[in-house]
């Protein structure tokens, strides 16, 4: 396994309806990304799309991504924060399974707090939401 330094927050910047299969589609085709951009993706119900393995390396943070796991939530249209209840819940269980999986604790932080970063993903502060969590 590669060496995790960052738990990533991402939001997808779109409607909370857009469908998984369109944000994937949107990466392929208009990108050209071969990797997904998150390895978990969750809709406004809860349901979390896991888009790749935590072995393989996704498109979350440019300079990042080998050191990086990503998971976003689908919405955040108009830089507004529009996570569900199910989607702040599941955002926290993804974290706690990377973190378990891992065996300690990489930095949580949003996407909007690399440096060179000019967007407000995730539309929160994810560095204080989750700074309770320790291993």
Same mark, same amino acid.
């Given at each position: 396994?590669?060496?995790?330094?960052?738990?990533?927050?991402?939001?997808?910047?779109?409607?909370?309806?857009? !469908?998984?299969?369109? +944000?994937?589609? =949107?990466?392929?085709?208009?990108?050209?990304?071969?990797?997904?951009? =998150?390895?978990?993706?969750?809709?406004?119900?809860?349901?979390?799309?896991?888009?790749?393995?935590?072995?393989?390396?996704?498109?979350?943070?440019?300079? @990042?991504?080998?050191?990086?796991?990503?998971?976003? @939530? +689908?919405?955040?249209?108009?830089?507004?924060?529009?996570?569900?209840?199910? /989607?702040?819940?599941?955002?926290?269980?993804?974290?706690?399974?990377? +973190?378990? !999986?891992?065996? @300690?604790? #990489?930095?949580? /932080?949003?996407?909007?707090?690399?440096?060179?970063?000019?967007?407000?993903? #995730?539309?929160?502060?994810?560095?204080?939401? =989750?700074?309770? +969590?320790?291993?």
């Amino acid at each position: 396994m590669r060496r995790i330094e960052y738990i990533v927050i991402h939001c997808t910047a779109t409607r909370d309806d857009a !469908t998984v299969e369109a +944000i994937q589609g =949107y990466w392929r085709a208009v990108l050209g990304w071969r990797n997904p951009g =998150y390895h978990f993706l969750i809709d406004k119900a809860g349901q979390v799309h896991r888009l790749a393995p935590l072995e393989k390396v996704t498109n979350g943070v440019r300079g @990042y991504n080998h050191s990086s796991i990503h998971i976003s @939530y +689908i919405g955040g249209a108009g830089g507004e924060d529009t996570r569900t209840t199910a /989607q702040k819940a599941s955002i926290l269980n993804c974290i706690r399974e990377v +973190i378990q !999986t891992l065996g @300690y604790q #990489p930095v949580i /932080q949003g996407h909007r707090d690399f440096p060179g970063v000019k967007k407000s993903c #995730p539309n929160y502060d994810a560095v204080s939401e =989750y700074s309770w +969590i320790t291993v």
